[in-house]
DNA sequence: TTATCTGCAAACGCTTTGCATCGGA
DNA sequence: TCCGATGCAAAGCGTTTGCAGATAA
């Protein structure tokens, strides 16, 4: 965790997700590596246009089908997890743990929520007729900030 | 409830669904009476695309646009609940009760979960540093139905 | 009468697809 | 070498919008 920026932490942190690509049986290219490395490092939750506005700011040319097919192949072995933050609002993170989102309602934030008992929701799952493999939790509200300021203002 | 198709029963439903609009401050026409009628009665977990095939097959003309105004209206008041079950898969049901969702991988089935604490869900909202209002939890696997036929084949 | 709802069509945003080219294993 | 990844552009899908005409209150 302290190598952060210098040249032998940046030339480990690609080793490592070339790593984890090989492992998920993916060709390692210069897009996800790049891709990977966004996701790894900065804000979490970033949307597919996120990505791409980013990745091109960042000097890599490359193009929107791209990112989706990435995505999805990503997330597909595992390796992110994406969440559906309302309409419109497909969120992409490393998936490093399991956890729930909180979106404010005013300011779109997304806050992740600890899940208390790893992979398992709070409903009882013995209440549904079924094979229940994930569940996703979206609460919704205000954040603090936003809060204070609609009781402040 | 014993009403249900005597001539009767079906003015008696009409009027109640007025009457819901019009506590709504909405006011009450046809293409209104209509799509709450089709959501009281039949399949819940309706798509606006279904809503809209559904109500021209009943001969009721009514376009597209109409389908998501009213929609959008009737969710605003309260009448109707929307559930995000996956991208491109928003569906609508008259809210009577607070639940979440159950949504099978294979065959798209979706089953109402009931929610032991009332609107409360699972996890602890204290855990959050924000005003939560709601939550949603849509789990996901395999219906009954679809677990004994992959068991079986 | 008037604010509101409806219909139509066009636009919109996000995502997927088809196909030719490029490149990692 | 060869399968898989990429780029580009076009299409797809669900949803929203603008405006003229209809209608509930």
Known sequence: MAERGSPDGEARRTLALATQLKMARLRVT??????????????????????????????????????????????SRGLLMVT???????????????????????????????????????????QIDAEVDTAQVIFRGRCRACAERDAHG
């Not at 979490?44 to 000097?59: C, K, N, P, V, Y």
């Not at 969120?91 to 909180?102: G, Q, V």
Request: hydrophobic letters at 35%; one cysteine or more; charged letters at 20%.
């Open 84 to 126: 559906d933050a309302g309409p419109g609002r497909t969120l992409y993170e490393i998936f490093d743990h399991w956890h729930h989102h909180f979106v404010c309602q005013k300011c779109g934030v997304i806050l992740d929520v600890p899940c208390v008992v790893g992979e398992n929701p709070c409903l009882l799952p013995d």
């Open 30 to 75: 210069r897009s996800r590596l790049q891709l990977l490395s966004l996701l790894s490092e900065g804000r979490r939750h970033l949307s597919a246009d996120d990505i791409l506005t980013e990745m091109r700011s960042q000097g890599e040319p490359l193009s929107r089908a791209t990112v989706y097919n990435t995505l999805g192949a990503l997330v």
